[in-house]
């Protein structure tokens, strides 16, 4: 007998979208000088939700000298303690307006209601208390007995979280005493936009924190700027080695959080069905669009059909679909360009040999959308294998030895993630020690936590966030 789900979608009504937005200058919505504007989009559906103004040059220039004007009068001369009181008051906001934050990243994003409503926007909320108690404290952070802020930070996030990403970059700033500009990534600008509302109505004083709205030709504006003191950036390696160009020479210090292809562990004796579930996890959390994904399994050799079959049995009860209906699993792929490199990458894999499987969906013609897919008989010298998807792809090795998964899993530009899963505590801590990744975990994976640091090694980029660690990098003398 089967059971089929009734449908379960999450009401819009709670958001109240405008058609226009402007961009977030000194505490007030502004128009983009000269007018322009681009449309975003539901990924999902394709219907256009909002037109956002693209900011220019003029506007990161007003922006950045708000942001300097709020340092030098404001912020900088608060008392920390104070400082901390708005952390804690935007942080109580996000968890009361939490709804009309999960449903809105869900309708820009394409990501489902089940992870947004569960883990974007409380990780976010959380970012926010963790560092509003740290902003009083900052003395006993390790990074000397008088740590001082930079300055004005320049901030460019990315489309697969972005509220997640948001907090990420303006919490720990904004802790340590530092003023903002950020830019949000040009797919998913509406939660950053109702962000800046929150920062009104926790009448955070204005200037402090500046969303400008663009695309890259905006960011490079950001991160060319020369009243910028400090680049905070997450997205692709490549952008991010353009930036490390543009500020070498300059006093600009920089945090990057770029690309991975993470190696997910599975040895001989690892329990076989909550394996199944990381794996799961590891490559279809956030249709795949996630840094640290766990997108190529070692699987120990002896154990490869039990674990393959097992997994293909759990792949065909995902549920691809309605990202609002809060019994979906796998959402939509959040861009047109994006599916385009999802589909020619996957393509390099029938091409080069490698075998894919996918269970049956029905996927809807309107919007972007690709299927939960594993290819095995994947080699290292396979493109699936080095180059990072970013989609619901998974690439499956295997090995006979420990010596022979840390030399896999080591055998990448990459160094941001890895899973290790075994019931064997010292066979843990050997393999943990081997890999070069910034993030391991053990029988489980995609976990975060705000006092964690995360970043990675090589072309994963540079610097951590989160933590102590994290903290340091928006301190002068830190790393
Ligand atoms: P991306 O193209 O590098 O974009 C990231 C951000 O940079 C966006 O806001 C983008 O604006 C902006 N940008 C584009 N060109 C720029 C330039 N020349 N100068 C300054 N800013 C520029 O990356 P994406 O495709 O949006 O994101 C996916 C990538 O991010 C993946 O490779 C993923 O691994 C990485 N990522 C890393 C982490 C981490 O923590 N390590 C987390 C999430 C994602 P537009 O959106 O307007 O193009
Ligand atoms: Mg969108």
Redesign the pocket.
Known sequence: MTFEYAPAPESTSVVKLKSEYGLFINGKFLPAKGGKSFATINPATEEVLAKVALGSDADVDKAVVAARSAYNKVWSKMPAAERGKYLFRIARILQERAREFAVLETMDNGKPIRETRDVDIPLAAAHFFYHAGWADKLEHAGVGSSPKPHGVVGQ??????PLL?LSWKIAPALATGNTVVL?????TPLTALLFAEVCQQAELPAGVVNIVT???????E??NHPGIDKIA????????K??ARAIAGTKKSATL????KGANIVFEHAPIDETVEGIITGIFFNQG????AGSRLLVQENIHDEVMAKLKNRIEKIRVGNPLDKNTDLGAINSAA?LAKIIELADSGDAEGADRWSPNCDLSSKGFWYPPTIFTGVTQAHRIARE?I?GPVLSVLTFRTPQEAIEKANNTPFG?SAGIWTDKGSRILWTAKHLKAGVIWANTFNKFDPASP???YKE??WGR?GGRHGLAAYLKGGK
Not at 214 to 220: F, K, L, V, Y
């Open positions: 460019i996030i990315p489309w697969n979280f990403m830019k949000p990534a040009e797919t663009g695309d890259g030709t905006t960011g490079a950001i991160v950036f997450t997205g692709s390696t490549a952008v991010g353009g930036i959080e770029l690309g991975g669009h996630v840094c640290c994006q990072e970013f941001l995360f970043g990675g994963s980029g966030e």
